[in-house]
């Protein structure tokens, strides 16, 4: 997409004039730009330190799904997936959006009975989620080896679509409506008032930026943004990485987006040939993100296991992204106690993109003062402060984490 951003020096916006400044050029900044501005709130610039979508959000294929353990994640979830569903119409654009289902293998009868509690708190919420066999989990992906299984949870109205024309989307529609991109633009630092309760301005390498609300939607690089304003976001980087392979001859049949629970390791149509990914157990949290090809290794040995057909195929290449990780991989989303102004939504931990159009509304209602599409107060990072704003106590944990 090309940049937007204008003057290389001095202020962006004449003094007295403060904007709604969102930090962050993702899928979630995006949509939270389009969200506000959609309902008329003007003034609005968006800074991101690269290119739209450069983040974690850059990842060529996202899934999406409802399939989660807590309440408010299945609502959001289930919420966006309508959004992508209608996303033709609104903002606009094709995003080539899958409703290819997500089907998780379950090999541990602990897992099974979480899975079946959440299941059911899935149908409730509106979710077609049901437990199946492995026989029948073998027949929507004929890649799998049943052997070890003690059963599999599946949602046909899951999927994947593709975050660039979701960024691209969004962002096209925000600028129509007036939102300003300010883009090869980083943050350097947050200007509060004397008493410290309001953000008055926003820094950046490229001049200065009076600020009515700061809305942080920096992704793994949220905890600066919130340190310069002196709030407290817990995130921090993990590096994930995906691999595809080679066109497949006979081409690879339609499957679900298929998840080995225990060990991570996942895989789904990709074009021509599949995409394949797993959570190195190992990796160490930081902003690295060279994508190493023996990585792939730790899929193949899992593959071996439980999808023989993939072990040995040709790989083509990979990306490495970060995810936004906080201690109990749920997301952060309200409005700081202390610093008014200030609102955030990061720290999905690998959620962002399916969670995306939701959470652009949710963050659009916290700023007009009214109740949320979603109530997501559990999400406030104040869950992990005690009472004296210091070191984190408590947590709300999502169990379905890939």
Not at 19 to 34: E, R
Not at 332 to 348: C, E, K, M, P, W
């Amino acid at each position: 997409m090309t940049s937007t951003s204008d003057a290389t020096s001095g202020t962006y916006d004449p003094p007295g004039t403060p904007s709604l400044v969102i930090v962050g050029g993702g899928v979630m900044g995006v949509s939270i730009a389009f969200h506000l501005a959609e309902a008329g709130v003007g003034d609005i610039v968006v800074v991101e330190r690269g290119t739209l979508g450069c983040g974690s959000s850059g990842k060529p294929i996202g899934g999406v799904r409802a399939q989660f353990s807590d309440p408010v994640n299945i609502e959001l979830g289930l919420r966006s997936l309508r959004a992508y569903g209608d996303f033709g119409r609104r903002p606009g654009g094709d995003i080539r959006l899958e409703r290819a289902g997500y089907l998780f293998l379950l090999s541990d009868e602990a897992d099974l009975a979480a899975f079946e509690e959440s299941v059911a708190t899935q149908n409730a919420l509106g979710v077609p989620s049901r437990v199946i066999s492995p026989e029948r989990a073998r027949e929507l992906c004929p890649y799998v080896r049943t052997e070890g299984l003690v059963g599999a949870v599946h949602s046909p109205d899951d999927g994947h679509a593709r975050p660039g024309l979701v960024i691209q989307g969004y962002a096209r529609a925000a600028a129509r409506a007036g939102v300003r991109f300010r883009t090869g633009t980083t943050v350097t630092g947050v200007d509060l008032d004397d008493a410290g309760g309001r953000v008055t301005a926003v820094r950046t390498d490229r001049g200065v930026i009076p600020c009515s609300t700061l809305v942080c939607a920096a992704g793994a690089w949220s905890a600066g943004v919130g340190e310069a304003a002196g709030v407290r976001l817990p995130v921090r980087p993990l590096r994930r990485q995906i691999a595809f392979t080679r066109p497949l001859d006979p081409p690879a049949p339609r499957i679900p987006f298929t998840i080995d629970f225990s060990s991570t390791a996942y895989f789904h149509n990709s074009d021509d040939g599949l995409l394949v990914g797993l959570a190195d157990p190992a990796q160490e949290e930081g902003f690295d993100t060279t994508w190493t090809p023996d990585w792939v290794e730790l899929f193949r040995d899992v593959a071996r296991r439980r999808a023989p057909a993939l072990a040995d195929l040709e790989i083509a290449g990979g990306w490495a992204g970060l995810y936004e990780v906080t201690p109990d991989r749920n997301a952060l989303i309200g409005r700081d106690a202390r610093v008014s102004n200030f609102l955030y939504a990061t720290g999905f931990s690998g959620h962002g993109f399916l969670q995306a159009p939701a959470v652009g509304e949710v963050v659009r209602d916290l700023f007009l003062g009214r109740r949320p599409v979603v109530d997501v107060t559990p999400l406030g990072a104040d869950r992990f402060r005690d009472g004296d704003g210091g070191a984190a106590t408590g947590g709300r944990p999502e169990a379905h984490v890939v």
